[in-house]
């Protein structure tokens, strides 16, 4: 990553990584700005809180204190929206991008509860989710999640 772009929002440049190939739109459905707190659970078990930048029905931008690695398998619980997984496919720092993976049932449901998060009004977002739940991440380590894996 150039210098020039640490010094950006990470969303600015997840929005520019989105918009590079050839100048046409990558993204199978525009995201909305959604603002839900929640956890997330990175593929080697750690846990930590997050915070929905955007969302779609296919893609939803996370932050949160520690991005994984782009094809890492992630599974979040997120507010209104609850229970989804997925794979890391753009990641910035604190910020990362997950395309969600689901059969046309769960698709389905998953599009109502986003539909009915998207149209209530929201409070703004804090500039970092961790700061919301109050999390020390330097003292963050590996939890015994009560997440079932299907890893």
Request: charged share 30%; proline share 6%.
């Amino acid at each position: 990553m150039r210098h020039s772009e640490m010094d950006n929002d990470p969303l600015e440049i997840l929005s520019e990584a989105d918009d590079r190939r050839d100048g046409e739109e990558r993204r199978r459905d525009s995201r909305r700005p959604l603002s839900l707190t929640g956890r997330y659970m990175l593929a080697d078990g750690q846990e930590f809180p997050c915070q929905t930048v955007e969302a779609s029905v296919s893609s939803i931008a996370l932050s949160g204190p520690f991005s994984g690695r782009i094809g890492t398998h992630v599974i979040a619980y997120l507010g209104k929206l609850g229970r989804v997984e997925g794979v890391i496919q753009r990641a910035a720092p604190n910020m990362f991008v997950i395309d969600l993976v689901g059969d046309e049932t769960w698709r389905g449901r998953f599009s109502r509860r986003l539909e009915e998060a998207l149209n209530e009004p929201t409070k703004p977002a804090a500039q970092n989710s961790w700061e919301v739940f109050d999390v020390d991440i330097d003292s963050i380590a590996p939890t015994g999640s009560p997440f079932r894996s299907i890893f």
